[in-house]
């Protein structure tokens, strides 16, 4: 079958839920993936940071294949040799207390708005069913049915309700005075991403974070940072957060907790707000299996065994004062934290994209008007030098 025949089948038997670009991928290694025809393309999108660590990385790949020869899934009735090991190398390396693990990135941020709902009600006291969790205009937290009630992006949330707003207050993202004026006695937890990915790579303003650490120390409220798609080496740090030194009560991770061979999430928090729920509350068929446990440790010691953080910062570097060199009246600005990069333009990017898959690179269109940049973290600075290159070159076509 050819590209042609494979787009044709997927839109008359599947879900309509995306637009994607017409490439139909077979292989990818690296920064590098395939289509069925051979064409190779450079992934500037990485799975939506799922792969920071490259396509089919070789040392989690023996891994994942040696855990599968023999146990890949045992219910959490038992337990298995692995999951322990994920929960202390997390600890080592962030120094939270404990981990509760889930699949999907959305699953983990419904994991902690229910931790911090039940530490709210049995810790803070707050009033049956009257707890609040501040949210942030602009926010993607994923796609569950509790989730897109408290987007305000309409395409999230439009047609999906009923949703109990009240339960979720929206502040402007960034805006400390008005995020203060939303705490009530009621109030749980605020929940943010420390840079907002979906919303284009939005960087809030200095001291937002500490801001947030400061109000929520002050009136007993728990800081949830959702780094599903920031944390683990994206921003140039291990954790986006750890530009302002701050230390959330929660972060939520997923992504490329797996190095993208199969969907690891989870909650790390503390033992007072974890050990709120009890045995038999909270759960997963799937979360915390063996496979998910050996892959994520493997995935997380590749992180620093090849200095993939250090990669992002340097490598962001490079590629964004690369980007922002480039002159056109349509280049608004490119800007950047590690190698996630938000290149915004004045126009319609999806012609970009469109166009930049033509010469060889896959990327993204997000919010319209800009184009995300956010390769495997392994990329190198030859590749980088290709990729100006050819983004140069479509950029002039398109003045
Ligand atoms: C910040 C953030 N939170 C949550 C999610 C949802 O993750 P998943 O798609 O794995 O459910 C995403 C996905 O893009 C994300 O970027």
Redesign the pocket.
Known sequence: MKTQDYIKMEDEFGAHNYHPLDVVVRDAKGVWVYDVEGKKYLDCLAA?SAVNQGHCNPKIMEVFVEQAKHVTLTSRAFRNEKLPLLYKKLHDMTGYEMFMPMN???EA?ESAIKLARRWGYTVKKVEADKAEIIVATGN????TSTIVGFSDDPSSYKDFGPYCKEAFPMHEYGNLEDLKSKITKNTVGILV?PIQ??GGVVIPPDGYLKGIETLCKENNILFMC?E??AGLGRSGKLFAHYYENVKPDMVII??ALSGGFYPV?GVLTSKEVMLTIKPGEHGSTFGGNPLAAAVAVKALEVIEEDKLVEKSYEMGKYFVEKLNAIKSPHIKLARARGLWIGFVLDTKARPYCEKLMEEGILCKETHENIIRFAPPLVITKEEIDWAIEKITKVVKELD
């Open positions: 939506y999907s990135g959305a941020v993607f937290h994923g796609r991403e990915g979906e959702d599903i798609q997923g992504k999430s």
